[in-house]
């Protein structure tokens, strides 16, 4: 039997993606609650202003679309909103329904997975409340505006399983991972307030401390 | 190291600050005198009182920017900040430190060892810039004993002892302070430090830059999620600010004695600019203060190699910097607290 977290337990689902990027941002951000704006992040913000509108639902065809839905999974212990759900139905089709998630990202599909993660963590969360199956989903990125299908294959489903479970962990510990300075550090809105240089230096306070106290013995 | 940002000092006491889109609009008397965005500052300190309105402060701590209220003398009255940066288990581990009079005297010796080696760095730069025009021979005995008091803080020593070794060495320092004032002697003169009400010019004016500085160090410990009313060797009472005091103490000789008494020496402030009230208190006269906050400003854009950092920021930016340190020694990422030691 999987262990289910109480309600008051949960992680904000959004930090996944912070958390697959690099644990100390997630850290930083979810755990100290420090966070910095720059352009990126503010443009993120205003396409999501304009994604998110819980009371708007347009149907196309046969497909019903709906905005920020909330969004919650015990097993993963997370909660959150989906942008976008796609929800179809064929009245032929014996009333068989079709559902799938898009996300809307600012800027263009990226090197590593930490998008995809975010979008099966929100599919294994509807998944969950739904007692459903969601086999894929897309990712919408606001400089290709172009739509990519991700399918939600046991690896990526395993990965999210893995980071929740991780995240939960330093969570309940409460403390901010180590930095790990390396190129992407400059990319990352938090660069000023993690300073991973520093996370070098923890055995040169003794030696600072001596400098100092030779200097007072030279008079 | 995080950016610096504009800090807006306000001394007019008609002015009302307002907020319009995302600008910050200074009116006075219904007349719009100053507009500036509102990301390109990250504090407002207003003096005497005054206005600001709600959306104002809505907007303020909604970016992160911090106004404080000060009463025309530089007395704290209220800050306006957003939710407290930080989680609560990094406060807790700073309230348990403080609970401990061993850990607290570790910490207190830190900062005390900052204060007295930057005293004697004072003391030795005074010497060697104007060791012709004046008697030293007091000052470089001072200056020695100051050098031994931070060797006796290397030790592992009782609270007490540590006040009683920054007691001793403050009332040292301020003995021959007189000496490193070189001009308007009869105006400025250092007889011992008094601050409530501050006596004497010289007082009044040291006074005012720390209330300065004490905004900075409050500022940059909520920054980093660290109490500010919690102190190590300040000990708690209600309504003081003991970990800003306690964080201010390293940078009182660095950042304010050297420009108090530069600003005498360089006859940038004159004795005309002080009044002293019927009960013999002083206070400053507001073009006094704003040459003050100008020259404020100015040394803060400078710019510093850090001594632990080894890297340069901006002068302003070491409250900043000295408070992330702290918060690492706290979480237990660094060993010991390095206090900022200038040379």
Redesign the interface.
């Given at each position: 039997m999987e262990k289910l977290y109480e309600e008051d337990d949960l992680l904000a689902l959004s930090g996944i993606q912070h958390f697959a990027f690099c644990e100390r941002q997630w850290g930083l951000i979810h755990?100290?609650?420090?966070w910095v704006e720059n352009v990126k992040t503010v443009e993120g913000k205003n396409m999501h202003k304009r994604v998110d509108d819980p009371y708007f639902t347009e149907t196309r065809g046969d497909v019903k679309i709906v905005r920020s839905v909330p969004l919650m999974s015990k097993t993963l212990g997370l909660y959150g909103v989906a942008d976008v759900i796609e929800i179809q139905q064929h009245d032929d089709n014996f009333g068989i329904v079709n559902y799938s998630i898009v996300e809307y990202k600012r800027g263009k599909p990226k090197a590593d997975d930490r998008d995809q993660v975010q979008l099966c963590a929100q599919a294994l969360c509807l998944e969950e409340m739904l007692a459903i199956t969601i086999n894929y989903g897309y990712l919408f990125y606001g400089e290709t505006k172009h739509r990519y299908r991700v399918e939600f294959n046991n690896c990526l489903r395993t990965r999210v399983q893995e980071l929740a479970q991780r995240m939960h962990l330093l969570f309940e510990k409460?403390q901010?991972p180590?930095a790990v300075y390396n190129k992407k550090c400059k990319n990352c809105s938090l660069f000023?307030?993690c300073?991973p240089?520093?996370?070098k230096?923890?055995?040169?306070?003794?030696k600072?401390?001596s400098r100092?106290?030779d200097?007072?013995?030279?008079? | 190291m995080r950016k610096m940002l504009n800090v807006l000092y306000i001394t007019n006491p008609e002015a009302y600050l307002a907020k319009d889109g995302e600008n910050l609009v200074v009116r006075v008397q219904d007349e719009e005198i100053f507009r500036t965005p509102i990301h390109y500052l990250e504090g407002i300190v207003t003096f005497g009182y005054m206005g600001a309105s709600p959306a104002l402060l809505g907007m303020c701590v909604e970016k992160g920017v911090t106004v404080s209220f000060l009463t025309a003398h530089g007395k704290h009255q209220a800050t306006v900040h957003g939710t407290p940066k930080g989680n609560v288990l990094l406060r807790r581990k700073q309230y348990r430190l403080a609970d401990s009079e061993s850990e607290s005297a570790k910490l207190a010796s830190m900062f005390i060892i900052g204060k007295i080696a930057n005293c004697r760095t004072v003391l030795r730069r005074f010497m060697s810039d104007y060791g012709d025009k004046v008697q030293i021979e007091e000052v470089d005995r001072v200056s020695k004993i100051m050098a031994r008091n931070v060797l006796r803080l290397g030790k592992e020593l009782l609270l007490d002892e540590v006040r009683g070794i920054e007691g001793e060495s403050a009332q040292m320092y301020f003995s021959v302070f007189d000496q490193l004032i070189i001009c308007h002697k009869d105006h400025f003169f250092m007889k011992g430090r008094n601050r409530r009400p501050p006596l004497d010019n010289m007082n009044a004016l040291l006074s005012f830059l720390y209330s300065l500085l004490l905004h900075e160090t409050r500022s940059a410990l909520e920054t980093v999620g660290l109490d500010p009313y919690v102190g190590f060797l300040h000990r708690d009472r209600p309504g003081r600010t003991g970990l800003a005091l306690d964080l201010m103490e390293e940078f009182r000789p660095y950042l304010v004695d050297r420009l108090a008494l530069s600003l005498i020496n360089r006859r940038q402030v004159t004795g005309d600019g002080f009044l002293k009230k019927e009960s013999g208190g002083v206070i400053m006269k507001e073009n006094v203060r704003k040459i003050v906050i100008e020259a404020w400003q100015k040394r803060k854009r400078e710019e510093i190699t850090h001594p632990f950092l080894e890297k340069k920021i901006y002068v302003g930016l070491l409250p900043y910097a000295q408070a992330l340190l702290l918060a690492r020694h706290l979480r237990g990422d660094l060993d010991r607290y390095p206090p900022f030691v200038w040379k």
């Open positions: 755990v100290e609650s420090q409460g901010t180590p000023d307030i300073v240089e520093l996370s230096v923890n055995k040169r306070t003794q600072y401390l100092v106290f200097d007072m013995r030279i008079e | -």
